[in-house]
């Protein structure tokens, strides 16, 4: 028996980025393990990777190529060879390009994050062939660009730094579901005696087990912020020299957070002023104690109207205080910024033809987008689309609409994926995808500070290929005669990183693929001195870039689009605010099929506060259906005050066919974008509740 241990990277969209260890025998993973030797890793994975060899040698895996021979959204396949495959993609691709090579959409997302099976190979061929760009949306832009406002580039406080701090704010994230490794350091700071603070709607999780859970109203969060600086600035609980320094327009954000009061954020955030005031003096104190106060701010603030603004408005928090000063102080959104990717390498931007059109499609409004006409104001209407890396029809916004978008006739699909997902039965070829025990990758991560590097531990299952090799053979097949498009995985592995750039002077492929990572030479305590990327230098409270893009220059606060206090009309109609943040036991869709994991979940659950469920009529156990406008679906009630009043929270995101009426929770979200970076509002919905 030959045995052997591979070091890999867990590929998916989390901020851990674990470091794997493979156990192969004879040929076979038998056991996917944490490395306990990565800092952050220590030896710990998630339940969800924990089970990875039941995932990549899943029955339901798809191992060949296949063509559509039942109706679009059916599933009814035949197998094909590779051949007839790619010969059909690329004769339609031509067919499409000789007309309008804009009518061509790749959509893609973060299925792995991995640098060469994410959007290296795949981007240069459709750089090359001119096709439609993609705008990656989905998750994070809206706060990327608020942060980049304030603070200039997204990094922030290291995730190893996160015991020392004494004061640790989980605002808008759930780590013990989506954040493992940083909770586990949370607990080590706790035991060191760290008080917790959950900002939240819900009482996650994580809520749960922090020493005090604030529940505000879903998309309140700017008012907050500006709620905590009046209180900072009326009691003085700044650091004035840090301010003088590093900071600029803190006259005007004086002026501007007077106005908010905390009974003025009270009202608007649905919580009380003791609580906004108390928090204000537990943020204020613990500098002046000169003790590092970390905000681990995520993801969950910014799916709604303002999210850019209200990422903007807790980003300015830190420097008020002064707690960039300490390692272990400031804020962490994302780290993704502190590595130097070689993307005009990798990506190859230039192969773009010369002179040809642009146009940009933004991935959270595809439904409307597949719908559209061609017209002088769109351009020509969408006439392929290539999937690889995501579930647009499980995942993204007003799902109905997204499902008759792909249901076209006339539209040409392909899918490049593991499994038969709900985007999957509407695909005209459906191609198999090797899994990260398959191939080579290299990942950065935006949750930590190594380059990391992913060994392939076992051969292809069935016929199955990387992405980037599918779309190497692609161009071969469409006569892209580049040198590129025959460099080889691990010849784009080494040129992934600017090795010029000093935070990665010392990478070398061929030993990071022995080591398995390797950090980043980037300051511990990134802004002590200043050193801001915004175009002052400074953490800008005062941003004249927002000012010329057109946006309150000042932290300010923007309703949701949808809540009963800023549209009336539709509250009485619709009076629960919706949230449908990440299951513990999937990743996004991903984890859905996988049997064991979904047994955990269960059903689809909703969960209601008993006074709502009570003038309801709903009972612990009812199947209820959520409704409004766009849509409804099915879930079964859970009576718990975990949701606070007003709010209903349906964890996420189920396989429409899994679920017993084939409907998500995406059924009822909008395609409504955010304040800034384009992102879609997914906790910015209305509905209704009754019993099904
Ligand atoms: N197990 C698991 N892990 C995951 C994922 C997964 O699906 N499952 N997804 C991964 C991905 S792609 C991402 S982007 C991250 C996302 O993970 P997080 O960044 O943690 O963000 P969300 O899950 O969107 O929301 C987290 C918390 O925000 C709360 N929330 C919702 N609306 C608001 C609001 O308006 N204000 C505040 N303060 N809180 C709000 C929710 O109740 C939830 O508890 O996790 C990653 N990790
Ligand atoms: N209602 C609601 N909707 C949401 C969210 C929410 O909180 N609530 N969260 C949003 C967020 S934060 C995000 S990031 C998006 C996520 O949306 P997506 O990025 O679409 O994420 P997944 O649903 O996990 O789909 C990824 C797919 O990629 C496939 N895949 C994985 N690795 C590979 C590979 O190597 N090759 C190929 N070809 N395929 C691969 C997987 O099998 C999986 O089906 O969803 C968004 N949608
Ligand atoms: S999903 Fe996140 S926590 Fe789980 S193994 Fe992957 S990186 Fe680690
Ligand atoms: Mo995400």
Known sequence: MSSEIVRAV???D????????????????????????????????????????????????LLYPQKRVGKKGEGKFERISWEEALTTVSEKLKAVASNDPLAILPYSYAGTMGLLQGDGMAQRFFHKIGASFL???????????????????????????????????IWGGNPIASNLHFWMRVQEAKRNGAK????????SLTAEKCHQHIALLPGTDAALALGLMHVLIAEDLLDHDYIAQHTLGFEQLSQRVAEWTPERVAATCGITAEEVIQLARDYGHC???????????????????????????????????????????????SLSDAFPKNVSYLQRPDLFPQGQPRRTINMSTIGDDLLKHSSAE????????????????????QSATVAQGFAREDLFTVVIEHFQTDTADYADILLPATTQLEHTDVHTTYGHLY?????????????????????????????????????????MASQAFHKNDERAIHFDWASLKKSGWQKVNVKPAPFAEGGFATPSGKCEFYSESMRKDGFDPLPTYIPPYESVAANPQLGARFPLAMISPPARNFLNSTFVNVQSLRDTEGVPHLDMHPDDAAFRQIHDGDQVRIFNDRGSFVAKARVTDKARQGLVVGLSIWWKKLA?????????????LTDMGGGPTFYDVLVQVEKA
């Open 451 to 491: 380059m990391m590097a992913n060994n392939p531990a076992i051969a292809a299952l069935g016929e199955a290929k990387p992405n980037s090799e599918i779309f190497r053979l692609l161009a071969k097949k469409m006569a892209f005669d580049d040198a590129c498009f025959d460099e080889s995985d691990d010849e």
């Open 378 to 397: 769109f351009g020509s209407k969408i006439d392929a689309v290539i999937v690889y890396n995501s579930n647009p029809v499980a995942v993204a916004p």
């Open 287 to 333: 500098a002046q104690r000169d003790e590092a106060s970390l905000i681990r701010m995520n993801y969950g603030v910014q799916r709604v109207h303002g999210g850019g603004m209200a990422v903007r408005n807790i980003a300015c928090l830190p420097a008020l205080v002064g707690a960039w000063r300490h390692a272990a102080g400031g804020v962490q959104l």
């Open 135 to 169: 705008d990656r949306t989905i998750c994070a832009t809206a706060g990327g660009v608020g942060y980049k406002y304030t603070l200039g580039s997204r990094i922030g406080t290291d995730t190893e730094q996160t015991q020392n701090a004494r004061l640790i704010l």
């Open 14 to 61: 989390c901020p851990d980025t674990c470091a794997l260890l493979v156990h192969v025998e004879d040929g076979k993973a038998v056991a996917v393990k944490g490395d306990p030797d990565h800092p952050t890793t220590a030896g710990v994975l998630c339940t969800k990777v924990s089970r990875y060899t039941e995932r990549t040698y899943h029955a339901d895996r």
């Open 196 to 203: 917790l603070i959950a900002i939240d709607p819900y009482r």
């Open 10 to 12: 867990c590929p998916h």
């Open 660 to 672: 017993s009426d084939h409907k998500n929770a995406n059924e009822v979200t909008s395609q409504q």
